[in-house]
């Protein structure tokens, strides 16, 4: 965490679920700082960090396989409540002398839970309610002092609890949108249980990052990549408010950003903020580099490689720079086998804002937002004064359009990319915007979170103007979300979809088929790439 970490603070341990980055985010949304931790973190310094109450997340493994993440027992014997949830469960009645077995029949999905008496988690929910389990492993034994407080028609122990240990934990998952009462039960841990208070807010988070970046930089001058998407922007209003014209912005047009994004961020950061800025246009330079290169990851490696090779030639022009400015969010780091996070959830794929510097380049840096999600990245744009229209727009990939072409990048697919995906931007930015005036809420029920187009490698045949046609099919990607790390695929009207798939073939040459992704994350991902 940049600065100083808030007094009240709630650790995560990552016994490797994908899930478990949840965690964080909804103790977060009720204003309670969290961070997510490596789950075999010594007692010790656990303690150090001074976490108010600690939060075990799930896993994919059995306790008692050999490779089994583990947990450092004392860490029970902190003094600060813990709650454990599925694998999180699992391990703390293992380690406190419990028994856990390996049933018949798995649990997935929704489970109705019964409660069994009286319990301090479960007391403001229901005596029957849907919760959400993905097990096949369960506690058979709970350890001494421990109590039964819930069960399934499958899961005799659904929920325990230690009130005098104040030690909690549920077989199945409260922070997920289909335990119907999950969120009750997390604000009972947390203020009834815990006793903290929701204070941690973007005004106080936002003061706390300018006074940790002025203590840093001190004199020195500051270096940002700036790709105008949120992240970067967010960062280089933080440092600009921190530091002023110590910092210096550079741009890197490697050629695939969206239609008009170059002329947009030269408005917006050197003619409306007045931001020292270096346009560097390196579209050339991109083009030679990838062609013939099909292969995602080794797009991902290049673009990224070339683009701080290109960044750095720049930076070592300008004297006395010290530090590097970089919007690194906690989704990339997660994503990227949890660089920072220690947790043990795997690789998903590359990021770009993760790749070591050159040989010979070295700067300090400054990632004011590595342990911020997506929306609260946003949130901390409002409050810094950042216009809407670039607090809310699309993310966007660091290798951009190149990730969302699918094989070689060409400048014919380029073209009729950039024109597809406008349309598709166009379209829907109408959508959530008759969506947002009826609601007045950005991520209401049926907005989209993300969208865009994606330029498949195939052909297809059409009919247009009663002749054959061999053309480029292009796909369209809408997701609803609020974090990126689950999405689902938004429900889009029928005559939106068509207006779209209309103009798209009416308007891009050599475009004669549009297809709607319908795909969840998991098991998909966002990109395509």
Not at 91 to 97: D, E, K, N, T, V
Not at 378 to 403: D, W
Not at 418 to 430: F, G, P
């Amino acid at each position: 965490m940049p600065g100083k970490r808030p007094s009240q603070f709630v650790a995560v341990l990552d016994f490797g679920a994908q899930y478990g980055q949840l965690i964080a985010r909804r103790v977060r949304d009720l204003h309670v700082y969290s961070e997510i931790v490596p789950c075999d973190i010594p007692a010790a310094e656990l303690a150090a960090m001074g976490p108010c109450a600690v939060i075990l997340s799930g896993g994919p493994a059995s306790v008692y396989a050999d490779d089994a993440p583990d947990v450092d027992p004392a860490m029970f014997e902190l003094g600060v409540p813990v709650l454990g949830f599925c694998y999180g469960q699992q391990i703390m009645a293992a380690r406190l002398g419990g028994a856990v077995g390996h049933t018949d029949k798995g649990e997935y999905g929704p489970a109705t839970l019964v409660r069994d008496g009286a319990s301090m988690l479960l007391s403001d929910t229901p005596q029957e309610q849907t919760v959400w389990m993905s097990h096949r492993d369960a506690v058979t034994q709970v350890p001494e002092g421990f109590k039964v407080t819930a069960h399934t028609d499958t899961c005799p122990v659904a929920a325990m609890e230690c009130p005098r240990r104040r030690l909690y934990a549920t077989q199945f998952h409260p922070e997920v949108r289909h335990t119907d009462y999950g969120n009750k039960m997390l604000e009972t841990f947390l203020f009834g249980i815990c006793g903290l208070e929701p204070t941690w807010t973007m005004d106080n988070v936002v003061d706390d990052l300018v006074d940790g970046i002025r203590a840093q930089v001190g004199t020195g001058r500051v270096i940002l990549a700036l790709s105008g998407g949120v992240d970067s922007s967010v960062v280089a209003a933080l440092v600009h408010r921190a530091v002023g014209d110590q910092l210096t912005c550079v741009f890197v047009d490697h050629g695939m950003l969206r239609k008009g994004e170059p002329e947009l961020v030269e408005e917006v950061f050197r003619h409306q903020f007045d931001v020292p800025l270096v346009h560097v246009r390196a579209q050339d330079r991109y083009a030679a580099m990838l062609a013939g290169v099909t292969d995602p990851e080794e797009k991902r490696r290049l673009i990224g490689t070339e683009f701080w090779k290109v960044f750095f030639e720049e930076a070592t022009k300008l004297d006395g720079v010290r530090y590097l400015a970089q919007g690194t969010i906690y989704p990339d780091i997660i994503e990227s086998g949890a660089r920072k996070t220690g947790g043990k959830a795997s690789t998903i794929k590359s990021h770009h804002n993760l790749i070591p510097f050159p040989d010979g380049v070295h700067f300090d840096l400054i990632e004011p937002l590595d342990h911020f999600f997506k929306d609260e990245v946003r949130a901390l744009g409002v409050t810094l004064g950042l216009p809407e229209s670039m607090v809310y727009r699309q993310p966007f990939p660091g290798p951009g359009l190149a990730i969302r072409i699918i094989g070689e990048v060409t400048p014919e697919k380029l073209a009729i990319l950039k024109d597809a995906d406008a349309i598709v931007r166009e379209e829907l930015d109408a959508y959530n915007a008759r969506l947002f005036e009826k609601t007045g809420e950005r991520n209401s029920e049926h907005s989209c979170w993300q969208y865009f187009a994606v330029l498949p490698d195939i052909r297809s045949v059409g009919v247009m103007g009663d002749e054959r046609t061999y053309a480029r099919p292009v796909i369209v990607r809408a997701v609803e979300s609020s974090d990126a790390m689950t999405a689902d695929w938004a429900k889009l009207p029928y005559e939106v979809l068509g207006r779209i798939s209309s103009r798209i073939v009416g308007e891009v040459p050599c475009v004669n088929r549009v297809a709607y992704d319908v795909t969840p994350k998991p098991p998909a991902t966002i990109e395509w790439e």
